[in-house]
């Protein structure tokens, strides 16, 4: 393949280690642990795999490894430095015995299932090393959770004298690693399942797990661009830029970008669900922000806004689900009402409350939400441009205050939605780090006869020297919800914490940025520059660890 | 202001120089100048400017200048660089003497008939360097083209006792400039008149002017994330990603973006200009790509579409200029028409092949064509989601093409629209050492009496010190258009010739390109690696230069 001169000088970057993993490793193993709540029904769905101390890598004495071989899989959403998990977990594996195979089931977790894989050789390695995207054996969505699943898999793992899996996902496909490790236990096939933490949200964190790979970078990107929007905001001074950003559940990316750049608003799902603001709330704060800037000769401004927003708005999360539920029973009586009806039809069948939101939502929003259905039937949310329906919600806003005398001044709005345009961004160094030690970790858990854990590297605002590489049962993350109507043992969500340093750090400034124009522009990720331009974390992972 | 980490250490960055501007210089003057066409009407409206010689800037012996003030305004869109061609503009007039000031007009042309202003300072400079923006003073788009703008701006440049003033923007405002440099002559005011080349467009360049400034940076910021999307787009395997690129009237950024990253189609209008391209025309190549990929099982691609577009395409124009006419009469019975019988009204209402072609447009589409006008009645173009358009019409000819049995695959699509994201993004090193040079070179045409001139640096494929600096008489780039109706001297406005090399090289490889998965993924613009990477100048220019 062709390549651009900058993959070409990057494939030569060496990845830092962990001082712990750079020669010979022994496991260390700490107190047994516990779910983070339901630990009956955790501990009873999990018996083979609950309770596992958590694991420490420390240096030790050089050993002589079996030779074995190690599957691994990307599923779900590309996130930048999955290559260098996968780069990492293959120099680990191959320094192990050099005689260890590496092979790359094919676009996601279906691969497993339906037997398509590759072996990973080092020509193959070596052309991905430190490049974004998932291309190297492809990503996708199917779940592993059903039994025939598993005895698939078993198949073609056995086949390949495989003796350990590592599955690279977000917080779904680390449950789902577990259940299947604790299969397998429990069936005695002596197969070991090992995770990582992948996801550009950053909603999978906790105590153990500092941060999912690819947050950095994705944020990096997105903030790379807002900073440049908010630069020709602040030159040609006549535009608000509405900018949605990826991240369907929490507001972490968000939250993240606005540390970055400083725009003049940044909604927080979280904090509207928690104040139970209704959408005339948020359209009514961003519009006073614009008419205060407007008072002082501003007619510019920038607005981020998280890809899930409408989702937890309570008023608008009420209003779907009878839309769904309505919808579902009066489908076909919907469709023969005449298309210039239909608004008024809805508007006449919906209870009081869902009603009057309904009826102030814009036209193409509100047949957005009646018309664009899955198959299912339910309503397409991820569909709704969010930042066009707020920009045009402020905009009638402020020509009725206009009519008021309440504001003077010109509001015409700009949209934009990132968030292809960094999940397969090429590593930061600190993905690139992060993503190599995690999969070179892995290969040691899985070396030392370890499964049900997730690869852990935590002390990630120390240089890379100082990180702390190790193992935690991934049990010990999980807690039932309800998924689809039934109770499940799952990995908690990590949504964006009101009481956290980071969000207060936000909360304390916003007025601020709101009113004056306080823009900083991140630029481009850097690879070779100084280390201060090029090695910083996220504020987000440095105000939470910040003591 | 707060900086990012990036913006304090690229503060430091020194702009390379040419050779000849190190030091003292001299001015060499060439053969008497003449336009482009249309001579003895060009000679006639500027016989103070007209058929000055080509300039060049030679090492020379130190002078002693007497004080001087100039003033210095950015006109029209941002570009990359602004404010390093007003601090070379800065460094070069304190060279001539420190006592010299430079003046800054504030939010474009508008600042100097209102008289807003700053004095440009050592400290103001030093916040600018090297940074994207035009946040310096502020752009605008007041054209100077009336003679009482010129007499207002001559009160207050008499006042401020500016001997010259630079304009640094495309096109049309270097036109203007001339005209304000010939108005000034005749006059006998002593106030000089210089041009820069900016656009991120691409489209002011001619033998003289090899690239304007700005086009660098802004085709690697989209190429950036075009690149990224690419990435993605193959990992995932699922989506056709159609990315639509700013640049109303050429398709240079287009153009440069696909030898920049290989994608499976870019759409140059001015090739579906010429060859009489339909939109049926256009939207069947689309889908043949699609299909043939699709055949091989590959249900995903990236497609690049030049803002401009829709203008080029030749029956569009045409539906587009009956429908301003129709309007213009019938505004009041079209608004009386029952909204789902517009369509009906409109479509019964024009001349036939117009007619079939708004029958073709999708719904929104037509309906925007009829609706959004502008205040003079005529539709906005620029509003038409082209990239959204076009992959609505692929994919029902694909319907189609499926229910006949000629495509088997999955067709899904994702919109993109990239502009803001790259035109105040912070200057690559070749944008940072162009536009310093610009303004430096400018200082040196003001100091050796110089006015009509378009600052110039040539030779720029070649390493900084070897680049040519000098002047072009503004005049040399005109001839006569039809503007608005009426005859006016303007500079040629550089269309993608289907003849030079750039689009040639691309039509080569577009086949191969559009079947296979060719991409290359450029990353993001880096300022302190190995030369190779971050000194390398756009292929358009690459290519145009090659012997």
């Known amino acids: 393949m062709t390549?651009?001169?900058?993959?070409?000088?990057?494939?030569?970057?060496?990845?830092?280690?962990?001082?712990?993993?750079?020669?010979?490793?022994?496991?260390?193993?700490?107190?047994?642990?516990?779910?983070?709540?339901?630990e009956e029904e955790i501990k009873k769905l999990f018996p083979n795999t609950y309770g596992m101390p958590l694991i420490k890598l420390v240096e030790g004495e050089k050993k002589d490894y079996a030779p074995m071989n190690v599957g691994v899989i990307l599923s779900g959403g590309q996130a930048p430095g999955g290559h260098n998990v996968i780069s990492g977990l293959f120099d680990g594996v191959k320094r192990l015995n050099p005689a260890n195979k590496l092979y790359g089931f094919l676009m996601g977790p279906g691969g497993l299932v339906d037997h398509k894989y590759i072996e990973l050789t080092t020509d193959i390695i070596d052309e991905y090393r430190n490049t974004g995207g998932f291309d190297i054996i492809g990503s996708g969505r199917t779940k592993l959770e059903k039994i025939d699943q598993f005895e698939k898999g078993y198949e073609i793992l056995k086949e390949l004298g495989i003796k350990a899996l590592v599955i690279i996902g977000g917080d779904d496909s680390n449950t789902n690693a577990c259940v299947l490790a604790e299969y397998y236990a429990a069936k005695n096939y002596g197969i070991q399942?090992?995770?990582?933490?992948?996801?550009?949200?950053?909603?999978?964190?906790?105590?153990?797990?500092?941060?999912?790979?690819?947050?950095?970078?994705?944020?990096?990107?997105?903030?790379?661009?807002?900073?440049?929007?908010?630069?020709?905001?602040?030159?040609?001074?006549?535009?608000?830029?509405?900018?949605?950003?990826?991240?369907?559940s929490a507001s972490h990316?968000?939250?993240?970008?606005?540390?970055?750049?400083?725009?003049?608003?940044?909604?927080?799902?979280?904090?509207?669900?928690?104040?139970n603001m209704s959408l005339d709330d948020v359209v009514t704060y961003i519009a006073n922000a614009v008419a205060a800037r407007a008072a002082e000769g501003n007619n510019f401004g920038t607005v981020l806004i998280p890809e899930g927003l409408i989702e937890f708005i309570p008023a608008m999360k009420k209003l779907i689900a009878e839309l769904n539920d309505f919808l579902a029973v009066h489908a076909d009586e919907y469709a023969a009402v005449e298309a210039n009806k239909q608004r008024e039809y809805i508007i006449s069948h919906l209870t009081a409350d869902n009603s009057a939101v309904y009826a102030s939502l814009p036209e193409g929003v509100a047949r957005q939400l009646t018309l664009d259905r899955d198959p299912h039937g339910n309503v397409q949310v991820s569909l709704i441009e969010t930042e066009k329906l707020l920009s045009e919600m402020v905009g009638k806003k402020l020509a009725t205050w206009k009519a008021e005398g309440k504001y003077v001044g010109k509001f015409s709005a700009q949209h934009h939605f990132f968030?292809?345009?960094?999940?397969?961004?090429?590593?930061?160094n600190f993905d690139a780090d992060y993503c190599y030690a995690l999969g070179y970790t892995a290969s040691e858990l899985i070396a030392n006869g370890k499964t049900g854990y997730m690869s852990s590297v935590r002390n990630l605002t120390a240089p890379a020297e100082e990180w702390i590489a190790g193992g935690v049962p991934i049990t010990m993350m999980m807690n039932m919800e309800r998924r689809h109507g039934e109770m499940k043992p799952v990995i908690q969500k990590a949504l964006v914490r009101l009481d956290g340093t980071p969000f207060k750090t936000f909360a304390a400034v916003r007025d601020t940025w709101a009113k004056d124009t306080c823009y900083v522009y991140p630029g481009p990720i850097q690879y070779f520059?100084?280390?201060e331009v090029c090695d910083q974390t996220t504020k987000t992972l440095q105000l939470e660890q910040a003591k």
Chains 1, 2 share one sequence.
């Open 419 to 428: 968030g292809y345009e960094g999940r397969c961004a090429a590593p930061s």
């Open 193 to 248: 399942v090992i995770g990582c933490p992948k996801t550009i949200d950053g909603d999978l964190k906790n105590e153990m797990i500092e941060t999912s790979f690819g947050f950095d970078t994705a944020c990096k990107t997105y903030s790379e661009v807002i900073g440049n929007i908010e630069r020709d905001c602040n030159s040609a001074r006549k535009y608000w830029h509405f900018i949605k950003l990826m991240g369907r």
């Open 529 to 531: 520059g100084p280390t």
């Open 253 to 275: 990316i968000a939250l993240e970008c606005a540390l970055q750049t400083q725009p003049n608003i940044c909604l927080i799902s979280e904090e509207i669900e928690a104040k």
């Open 3 to 38: 390549k651009s001169a900058l993959q070409i000088a990057r494939a030569a970057y060496q990845p830092k280690l962990p001082k712990a993993l750079k020669g010979a490793v022994k496991v260390q193993e700490g107190e047994p642990t516990h779910s983070v709540a339901d």
